[in-house]
């Protein structure tokens, strides 16, 4: 049976309705990452201020947030966001309106339109919902290197599925995020995604935290 990889990832962005940004937040950044994940979200908070840089490109935005969460290096940030899903565009730029962000409505895994160079890439929360193998996905980093100015970082985290210590909690949500389509993050491990990035990246970074892969990559 030939499986459609872009049914799925439709599956994996449209599931953000507004009814499901409305309580997002809560059960992902209060409830999810402390009981399921175990990865604290004032830990990636700090992930995503280390690296952050201006002008700074989001990708897969969510609500917008980190970037309204995260202290930028510069009072007045360039900030451009990236996702195929117009309701987290709007939700996130609503959000951090006092940047004046640039909102782009675009697929990161297709060939991106003229967006210039950034200072930081930031990727949080989106491999995990993407359909196939981390080699498959790994599209998306070819497609966002090539928007890094010189010394620019991307950066960002995913939920991996190799976790052996993992607890009830979390198997019973991965399982029922990946029947839905929500994730697609079964064959994820750390060391696919190491090799992903040193295949493209001459430095890289991740730490571990439960369930969570910190990564950053120049």
Not at 135 to 147: E, G, H, M, Q, T
Request: with cysteine; glycine share 6%; charged share 25%.
């Amino acid at each position: 049976m030939t499986v459609d990889r872009g049914a799925e990832h439709e599956a994996g962005y449209a599931a953000y309705t507004p009814w499901v940004l409305s309580f997002y937040d809560l059960l992902v950044h209060k409830v999810s990452n402390r009981f399921a994940w175990r990865c604290p979200t004032d830990l990636m908070i700090d992930h995503y201020e280390q690296h952050l840089a201006d002008p700074h490109l989001d990708v897969g935005v969510g609500t917008g947030f980190f970037l309204d969460k995260a202290r930028f290096p510069v009072p007045e940030p360039r900030v451009t966001l990236l996702d195929p899903n117009r309701h987290c565009l709007d939700s996130a730029a609503r959000r951090i309106a006092r940047y004046q962000p640039s909102k782009v409505a675009a697929d990161a895994l297709a060939p991106l339109p003229e967006l210039g160079r950034f200072g930081s890439i930031g990727l949080l929360y989106v491999l995990h919902c993407l359909p196939g193998t981390m080699a498959s996905k790994a599209v998306i980093f070819d497609r966002l290197k090539p928007l890094l100015a010189d010394g620019g970082t991307l950066f960002g985290a995913t939920i991996l599925d190799d976790d052996e210590d993992a607890n009830a909690v979390a198997r019973a949500l991965m399982g029922f995020y990946n029947r839905k389509g929500i994730f697609s993050n079964r064959e994820d491990s750390q060391q696919a995604l190491e090799l992903e990035l040193r295949r493209r990246f001459e430095r890289v970074e991740i730490s571990r935290e439960g369930c969570v892969a910190l990564f950053a990559a120049s």
